[in-house]
């Protein structure tokens, strides 16, 4: 079994930072590309950012030059830096993990629960 717990979400106001956090714990082998996704109330699921088990991310144009997506690997955990947060910005903010669990090359996906983030205006 694998699990992933974020947070570090909650409301802040127009223009301030929050750090997200994803923890990936349990049967772990390898944890290979993780993604940032949120989801606004009548809105699809979106790719915020994802980060490559190399290190190399990538970012929704929304988003690019505000957030930075990072990682520790020798703790499983993945950040999602939020800067200069925009009304447009609020969202349960999910994270996705490629986990191999067994040493044989196979992935597959985990979701996290979600965090919820709030701008005020």
């Known amino acids: 079994q694998v699990q992933l717990v974020e947070s570090g979400g909650g409301l802040v106001q127009s223009g301030g930072s929050l750090r997200l956090s994803c923890a990936v714990s349990?049967?772990?082998?390898?944890?290979?590309?993780v993604g940032w996704y949120r989801q606004a109330p009548g809105k699809q699921r979106e790719l915020v950012a994802a980060i490559t088990d190399g290190g190399s991310a990538n970012y929704a144009d929304s988003v690019k030059g505000r957030f930075t997506i990072s990682r520790d690997n020798a703790k499983y955990t993945v950040y999602l830096q939020m800067n200069s947060l925009k009304p447009k910005d609020p969202a349960v903010y999910y994270c996705?993990?490629?986990?191999?669990?067994?040493?044989?090359?196979?992935?597959?996906?985990?979701w996290g629960q979600g965090t919820q983030v709030t701008v005020s205006s």
């Open positions: 349990g049967s772990i082998f390898r944890v290979n590309d």
């Open positions: 996705k993990a490629e986990v191999d669990t067994s040493g044989g090359w196979r992935l597959y996906d985990y």
